[in-house]
């Protein structure tokens, strides 16, 4: 289970037109325009939004409004809390039905829609960081879906899901799962307290397309036995149906949030911690 968990906002600012000599242009009403078209020596605009007209003798610069920004800017806002709001109550898709499996993929793809494509090539540093995973659609059937790279578990002993972490350097192109597990014990012995970190490598395959790798499995025990040294799990217990690798899109990212999609299409969220 711990080793499922895996899985930039482009919005030009401005841009010029050269157009026949002008000394003075006035603000111009984008509404009135019939055509959604104006054609100029350097290519077709896409005149749908008011906006503001420049020129210089021989250069009109046409720039978006900085309030058309900022409504985006709350726009997001406004999703990210509709998101946030109807997955923090499901235990990270555990508790989700298929109603709200519907609800958090609907307003997942209201964000991802308005906030654009993105371009991991521009904007990797935006990756950096530990990411909480707050949900998973892939939890709530029971089944991890996608590409699973890492070590069996769940098979030997009973197992209880805990926090799940994302550490991504971008430097060292280092993407480690980090899993909080409860594992099972005999009667009348305790559960013992774990913490696995999955170590992977990730590459960059398309513009918001991530390609990771497994590497190794370490577990550390928490809490009574804190003191135990880490302990790494043999690469051989890694069956051969599993190859190791796996894929994901990035759908969805800033500063705060990232939404994922993998490769069977499991919708994944995470915020910064």
Not at 162 to 188: C, H, M, T, Y
Not at 212 to 241: A, C, F, M, W
Request: charged share 20%; proline share 7%; glycine share 8%.
């Amino acid at each position: 289970m711990a080793s499922s968990v895996l899985n930039f906002i482009l919005s030009p600012s401005h841009h010029q037109y050269s157009v026949p000599s002008l000394s003075s242009v006035s603000p111009i009403n984008y509404g009135s325009i019939n055509s959604s078209s104006y054609h100029s020596g350097r290519g077709n605009c896409n005149l749908k939004k008011r906006g503001i007209c420049r020129s210089s003798s021989s250069v009109v610069e046409f720039i978006e409004p900085p309030e058309t920004q900022q409504s985006k800017d709350e726009l997001i806002g406004s999703l990210k809390f509709k998101l946030l709001s109807a997955v923090s109550g499901l235990n990270r898709g555990l508790a989700a039905n298929e109603d709200d499996l519907r609800k958090a993929d609907d307003f997942a793809k209201e964000l991802e829609s308005t906030g654009g494509p993105v371009d991991l090539l521009s904007d990797l540093d935006k990756l950096q960081g530990r990411w909480k995973l707050i949900y998973s659609s892939a939890f709530s059937s029971r089944t991890l879906g996608g590409s699973r790279p890492g070590p069996p578990t769940g098979r030997l002993l009973p197992i209880t899901l805990g926090q799940v972490f994302q550490r991504i350097d971008v430097f060292s192109k280092d993407f480690d799962n980090i899993v909080e597990l409860q594992l099972g014990a005999p009667w009348p012995f305790p559960p013992v307290e774990v913490t696995a970190t999955l170590a992977h490598k990730f590459e960059i395959i398309e513009s918001c397309k991530i390609k990771i790798t497994y590497e190794k499995t370490t577990v550390k025990t928490t809490g009574n036995l804190s003191q135990l040294p880490p302990l790494d799990i043999p690469h051989g217990l890694r069956p051969p149906s599993n190859p190791g690798t796996g894929e994901f899109e990035v759908t969805f990212l800033d500063s705060e949030t990232r939404i994922t999609r993998g490769d069977r299409g499991e919708l994944r969220v995470f915020v910064i911690s």
